[in-house]
């Protein structure tokens, strides 16, 4: 993962498997709390530094936070170059929260916040921290500012005066509160839900996505976008394909990847031409045997880059990929994450349950990765050829609960090039650990601290986060 050509001689050191430990939980539910549809988290983000994050839920709510051990950051980070021990764990406070957009009842389902970008680089000149949120076709770009409350300077005496009268001494008051202006909203530009938005490096544009087409903006620009991919046929009835997840290289301004229904990944250049109907580079696994599940069970649901803009994580609905974008024959590392639910791919197919979304997130250093499962469970995977690690947690106070002896298989080196896969518990009808899952709760989003081994995923409507 640290970019190096095959020359090199040595190896990248296997670091030692993390110990994680809860930090901090907004919003728990209470013991047979009946949690509300609204309320569901459906986006979590942070902000390039880390001091931020934000999220979205199905209400169309957008809950900022920031975090409070800020000024001891820099002493934090020295200290731990010198493998001082720390004692205080990251923590964030409720900042601010406003109304993104009113949810709408389309077809028995509530219109939720499905991504959201949290950009301090996009900021207004007051140093308000911008946002955006996607549910229904269009964008909507808030403004956090800060307003400033003064007491009242206006008297009024009676006719005469008053004889004798001591007035108080009026002190005005610095308190600032934080208030949400929608500055622009981008729309009129997708026929669909948008799934996707991305900021570009260059910090003036960014794309947006639905099934069909990708559009691009510019910040400054409301009324008009430009439609860069567009999959639709003419005939819908010869549609097999949608866009299932887009964003932008991490710092090539001109290169966005995007995903599809049918688990390929598409490298674009912008520079080629104003449609880009073929893609730059196409990543893909050969195909296999076939069955009525293998199409669906492949569509990617997420796709992130890494922070060295070479990798790229997918996820499908069994398993993480890693992908270099200089190797395009194949992953160079598969983590098996719902491999044990093959044999009730039937039942989970009625019960809708095949179709959910998984996202997925990379650390800052690219050593791991990280995604969700059912029973409110989440994986953290060891990235590095020869790395064995692989743990399960939970979203709980006590996340390693549902932690087992699960003794992993060694990894199996395919080339020189840090080519690995590495093989999941096999176990039908139960996980690795013999617990029964519950298909009820399920963990879909979480993202990870671009600095730290801090990690913050959503549990219906309870933010947990985690530290290591």
Known sequence: MNGKG??????????????????????????????????????????KSGDHLATGDRGGRVVLFERTDVRDHGCRRDLESLDYPISRHPEFRYKTEFQSHEPEVQEKKVKRI??????????AANGSIASSSTASPRVCLPNGGCS????????????GGFPSLRLPAVVASQETSLVARCRRIYAHAH????????????????????DLRINLWNLEISNQSFNIVDVKPANME????????????????????????????R????????????????????????????????????IKFGQDGRHILSRDYMTLKLWDINMDSGPVATFQVHE???????????????FDKFECCLSG?????????????????????????????????????????????????????????RRGAETSGIDANGNSYDFTTKLLHLAWHPTENSIACAAANSLYMYYA
């Open 6 to 47: 095959p020359e090199d001689a040595r190896a990248p050191a296997v670091p030692p498997p993390l110990e994680w430990k809860f930090s901090q939980v907004f919003g728990e539910r209470a013991a047979g709390e009946e949690v509300q549809e609204v309320d569901i988290i459906s986006a979590i983000e942070f902000d």
């Open 114 to 123: 499905s991504k959201m970008n949290l950009d301090p680089s996009q900021a």
């Open 148 to 159: 400033y409350n003064y007491m009242s300077n206006d008297f009024s005496f009676p006719p």
């Open 191 to 210: 026929d669909y839900h948008i799934n996707s938005i991305s900021n570009n490096s260059d910090g003036e544009t960014f794309i947006s996505a639905d």
């Open 238 to 265: 010869d549609l097999t394909e949608v866009i299932t997840s887009a964003e932008f290289h991490p710092n090539r301004c001109n290169t966005l990847a995007y995903s599809s229904s049918k688990g390929s990944i």
């Open 267 to 302: 490298l674009i250049d912008l520079r080629q031409s104003a449609l880009c109907d073929n893609h730059s580079q196409l990543f893909e696994e050969a195909p296999g045997s076939r069955s009525f599940f293998t199409e669906i069970i492949a569509s990617i649901s997420d």
């Open 340 to 354: 044990y639910l093959r044999p009730q791919l039937c039942d989970l197919y009625e019960s809708d349950s095949i």
């Open 365 to 421: 250093d690219g050593l791991r990765v990280a995604t969700g499962s059912y029973s409110n469970l989440f994986r953290v995977f060891g990235c590095v050829a020869g790395s064995t690690e692989a743990a399960t947690l939970e979203a709980s106070k006590n996340p390693m609960r549902r932690q087992g002896q699960n003794p992993a298989r060694p990894a199996r080196s395919l080339s020189s090039l840090t080519r690995v896969v």
